[in-house]
């Protein structure tokens, strides 16, 4: 069983930063494929960003790019979202999810994702 929690949620002013974290536990988490998504009030969860295996490739969605870097550290069994320039409408619930099988592609569709956090949020003052 793979358990993820967020943490590193809070409230920043806009063009401010905040890094989240997600732990997973797992004996192979080098081996998922890693993703964050986000849901504000009233709106559908949305994808934000995704890294493979060995973090060679990543994606975002177009709104972050540029602002937000997603990583992992595998012997942490951590993946990070640095997020900077934040702007109010990043204000959202973000998740960690975590695709558990191959092939090892970073997808957008949260439906390639088995795996949820419970959210940490995120609220960018303007």
């Known amino acids: 069983q793979v358990q993820l929690v967020e943490s590193g949620g809070g409230l920043v002013q806009a063009g401010g930063s905040l890094r989240l974290s997600c732990v997973a536990t797992?004996?192979?988490?080098?081996?998922?494929?890693m993703g964050w998504f986000r849901q504000a009030p009233g709106e559908e969860r949305e994808f934000v960003a995704a890294?493979?295996?060995?973090?060679?490739?990543?994606d975002y969605a177009d709104s972050v790019k540029g602002r937000f870097t997603i990583s992992r550290d595998n012997a942490k069994n951590t993946v990070y979202l640095q997020m900077n320039s934040l702007k109010p409408e990043d204000t959202a619930v973000y998740y960690c999810?975590?695709?558990?099988?191959?092939?090892?592609?970073?997808?957008?569709?949260?439906?390639?994702?088995?795996?949820w956090g419970q959210g940490t949020q995120v609220t960018v003052s303007s």
């Open positions: 797992g004996r192979s988490f080098s081996r998922y494929v």
């Open positions: 999810a975590a695709r558990l099988v191959p092939p090892p592609v970073a997808y957008q569709r949260q439906s390639a994702y088995s795996e």
């Open positions: 890294i493979t295996w060995t973090g060679a490739s990543t």
